[in-house]
């Protein structure tokens, strides 16, 4: 059986064949910072009863029916005055993609885009889920390093520069400017500028991944790279999953109306689901997106603060974190000659767990760091976690030393 579909699989079934995917079931006694998991208990889980009442009492049948992927009403429509308010995005109902969550686009994107030896320019490190996507459709990915401004497009440039010089051109840059997802920093506001001129002066196509950019702790929002931009070589994408649900599985992109349409013709399926996109349809328009985000601003601020005095508190001298400023993630750097993949079967064992950085880069890079994600856990767990992840780092650092 395993051997008759051994000779079956494409080359993207191969490579998929050979990957492991951790569970997401919790497992008693193991504090898990692995996954960006919403909060549970804030879920809006009436609103939603609420929502699905009022598609009933109105008889909203086509929530239930096949629709048009694109629609110039509903949630394309809310989520366009979304986007003018908060993000200062100035795009109509029509150059809004509505995708299966925001990995959905990204794998819609992948397959209009991406060929088999392409490139592509990532945020170095970059969340695994997009640059897992890229991969499996046959591309290369080459981080550009980050900082605490995140990223430099002066790096950027340099690359692209050498890139050129040996005749490669990268297909895109991916990038997550705000609170980004492993590192938890944002990119400044020059250096959005400066990513800005590099997609207009070189037309190269940014791929925004905004996923946290309604998660901000305190101070002002930045704008975004699409906004910044003249257009045309930005595509942005946001998700419904941080603000609202994750099992609603919405996602968006925003682009020219035009690549808009091609993207929608590369696929069968209506590519949203549309009751859920009615739901979130009502919970938009009734102003409740709104009130939420700013619970959850608190909510995750909180915990956020909660993990930074227990990082503190308890890692030994010699490792460094970032300090996020919204979202759900913290990136860790451990003391020379620590390795985090290799640490992690004792803290396991010791009943903690956390992403290895080795996974957020295509070229080995990250073996001292390793990320946290403080979103779904509470604080005792994470006090918790994080006394028996700086106990096995120093276990880990007497080894090395
Ligand atoms: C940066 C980033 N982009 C996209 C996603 C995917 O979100 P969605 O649930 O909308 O597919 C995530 C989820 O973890 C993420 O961290």
Avoid at 41 to 48: F, Q, R
Avoid at 56 to 78: F, I, K, S, T
Avoid at 328 to 334: A, E, N, P, S
Wanted: net charge negative; aromatic share 8%; with cysteine.
């Amino acid at each position: 059986m395993v051997e008759q579909w051994s000779d079956r699989w494409s080359r993207r079934g191969r490579m998929a064949a050979s990957v492991t995917r951790p569970s997401r079931t919790p497992v008693e006694g193991l504090v898990s910072f692995n996954y960006g998991d919403p909060d549970a208990d804030s879920l809006p889980l009436n609103e939603m009863v609420e929502a699905a009442e009022y598609l009933a009492e109105n008889r909203r049948v086509d929530a239930l029916g096949y629709q048009d992927p694109v629609r110039g009403d509903e949630l394309n429509e809310a989520l366009a005055e979304k986007l003018r308010r908060d993000q200062e995005i100035d795009a109509t109902a029509s150059e809004i993609l509505v995708t299966t969550g925001a990995a959905g686009g990204l794998s819609l994107l992948c397959d209009m885009l991406i060929d088999p030896g392409d490139v592509v320019l990532a945020d170095g490190p970059a969340w695994m889920g997009a640059t897992n996507m890229f991969r499996l459709s046959g591309a290369e990915t080459i981080n550009v390093e980050l900082d605490d401004d995140g990223l430099d497009p002066a790096l950027v440039r340099t690359k692209l520069d050498e890139l050129e010089s040996q005749g490669t051109r990268p297909k895109f840059l991916y990038t997550i400017p705000t609170f980004q997802n492993p590192a938890g920093v944002e990119t400044s506001l020059e250096r959005r500028k400066g990513l800005a001129q590099l997609a207009d002066e070189r037309g190269l196509l940014m791929v925004e991944d905004d996923a946290y950019f309604d998660l901000r702790f305190s101070g002002e929002k930045k704008p975004t790279i699409y906004s910044l931009s003249r257009g045309g070589n930005v595509l942005f994408f946001g998700t419904l999953s941080k603000t609202i649900a994750a099992g609603l599985r919405l996602g968006y992109m925003v682009g020219p109306e035009d690549v808009v349409q091609t993207f929608v013709r590369g696929r069968v399926d209506s590519l949203r689901n549309s009751y859920s996109a009615a739901l979130a349809d009502w919970y938009l328009r009734s102003g409740k997106l709104q009130t939420h985000m700013e619970e959850l601003r608190e909510i995750y601020a909180k915990k956020c603060h909660h993990m930074l005095a227990a990082l503190e508190r308890e890692m030994p001298e010699g490792c460094s974190w970032t300090k996020p400023n919204g979202g759900f993630f913290c990136w860790v750097t451990l003391p020379e000659g620590c390795n985090a993949a290799e640490m992690l079967p004792q803290c396991v064992e010791a009943g903690v767990q956390y992403i290895p950085g080795t996974g957020f880069y295509s070229d080995g890079r990250g073996e001292r760091n390793l990320r946290l994600s403080f979103s779904a856990l509470n604080e005792d767990q994470i006090d918790t976690g994080i006394a028996r992840l700086a106990a096995q780092t120093r276990a880990a650092m007497s080894v090395a030393t």
